[in-house]
């Protein structure tokens, strides 16, 4: 990924951050200009819980260039509190035990490093919530 757009999508990325239609109460992650439900142009930013539950997920055996030493990993989509769905690398655990349903919570992670820059990119992963 480009320095330029990791930068820009830093809000998303570090604080769940999305936009609550005002109109409607649509919730688009990430923001929209425009509301796909009722057309409005008028939305409010808003930060995600960070809760929510598995929908489905793969557990990846071979794993592209860079992410060889993480292997096996899960990435799942959760549906979260608010009902945006995100899709992310379910980690902290045994992928083999996770089951659909599983509650997570999200952490801010460290997702790579730019080889040409240097620059460690971070984002968010999620783990099993065990109520701490």
């Known amino acids: 990924m480009q320095v330029p757009r990791f930068w820009r999508e830093i ?10 239609c005002i109109e409607c109460g649509y919730i688009a992650l990430p923001m929209r ?41 899960a990435v ?22 996770l089951k659909i349903g599983d509650q997570l919570v999200s952490k801010f992670r460290r997702i790579n490093e730019e080889s040409k820059t240097g620059a460690i990119m971070y984002g968010y992963k999620f783990v099993p919530d065990v109520g701490v």
């Open 11 to 20: 809000p998303k990325r570090y604080r769940l951050e999305a936009g609550k």
């Open 33 to 73: 200009l425009i509301c796909p439900e009722c057309g409005s142009r008028e939305f409010e930013k808003m930060n995600l819980s960070g809760k929510g539950k598995l929908l489905t997920f793969t557990i990846t055996r071979v794993a592209p260039e860079g992410f060889d030493d993480q292997v096996p990993y």
């Open 76 to 97: 799942g989509i959760v549906e979260m509190e608010e009902g945006v769905r995100l899709m992310g690398q379910v980690t902290d655990c045994d992928p083999e035990t």
